[in-house]
């Protein structure tokens, strides 16, 4: 049937672009349902909630993501001791694609209960795994929210009066990883937080100033807005902790440009581009400590040649 559609979409869209109008993808809507189904992710079987965005997602993309699982694969030849983290764990679908190339112990945090749940079913099939279920922010303590996509993609936002809202206590990434009395070395973090990236990285500033890991992180300005979050104070946060390389990808792993830390500005101009309706509507971020300057020019090179074969 796609292939029998094929022809009438590009004739619709060779039909519209004559007379000066285009056809702009738009994130797909999700449906709140409680039916699970299942993904292949890294060779496993992960179960995932059909209405979760996820789903859709890998299979229109089945390499989403798959960076990561590329570099957990460095960052473990170069650092065999390493750990790596992954925060906004979702259903473990990332975790899947880490141990599909890396044996690195992972710990993944997860807040959303309905997340979790499957989340902890899924990370059954892996080896030195660590789940965490928690809400983690910048400062610990209780706090009241807005919850929004709860049970599939919680996007929290500030509490609009006191009549509003439910209060959630909050953890720092320092204390979850002080709480687990390891000695582990985190080499690789992943944080996907729906807007509340930049403050979960700020909850680490331990974690980066003695491990300086490799982070990815998103830059989603239709939820940073809302939270009143600076992402020049953000960028200036990771600078001064030694971070000098910065990689940005489009939402599908596409790699848009490499900053470091003279583009601030240019960082920002990106950022004010980005939104729904645009070409691209938030970015897939990296950022590089000085240390680590190979894994950057190792990620560039890959993604410069071949950003589809992960």
Not at 34 to 39: D, F, G, M, N, Y
Not at 82 to 102: E, H, R
Request: hydrophobic letters at 40%; one cysteine or more.
């Amino acid at each position: 049937m796609k292939e029998f559609l094929k022809p009438f979409k590009h004739g619709l869209l060779s039909l519209l672009g004559s007379v000066g109008y285009s056809v702009q993808r738009l994130p797909r809507k999700p449906r709140k349902t409680s039916k699970v189904t299942t993904l292949i992710l890294g060779g496993k079987s992960i179960k995932i909630h059909s209405g979760n965005p996820l789903c859709y997602e890998y299979q229109q993309h089945p390499q989403l993501n798959g960076h990561i699982g590329w570099m957990a694969a460095l960052v473990e030849k170069q650092f065999p001791d390493a750990w790596a983290v992954d925060v906004g764990a979702n259903v473990g679908d990332t975790l899947a694609i880490i141990k599909s190339k890396a044996s690195m112990p992972v710990i993944c945090v997860e807040g959303d209960p309905v997340c979790y749940e499957l989340l902890q079913e899924n990370a059954r099939q892996f080896e030195r795994v660590k789940l965490i279920k928690a809400f983690l922010s910048d400062m610990p303590g209780e706090s009241k929210v807005e919850l929004q996509k709860t049970g599939w993609n919680t996007t929290l936002t500030e509490a609009k009066g006191d009549a509003s809202g439910q209060k959630l206590l909050f953890q720092t990434l320092d204390q979850v990883v002080e709480g687990l009395n390891s000695h582990a070395t985190i080499k690789l973090l992943k944080v996907d937080a729906e807007g509340y990236d930049m403050r979960i990285l700020r909850g680490a500033a331990k974690i980066l100033e003695r491990d300086k890991p490799v982070i990815n992180f998103e830059l989603n300005r239709e939820n940073i807005e809302p939270l009143g979050d600076s992402v020049g104070d953000f960028f200036d946060y990771l600078v001064n902790l030694g971070y000098i390389d910065f990689i940005l990808n489009d939402p599908y792993g596409e790699l848009v440009c490499k900053l470091n830390q003279s583009n601030k500005a240019v960082l920002l101009d990106l950022y004010q581009f980005s939104n729904i309706g645009r070409p691209i509507y938030y970015f897939d971020g990296w950022a590089f400590p000085k240390s680590n300057k190979d894994l950057l020019d190792k990620l560039l090179v890959h993604e410069r040649t071949d950003a589809r074969k992960f």
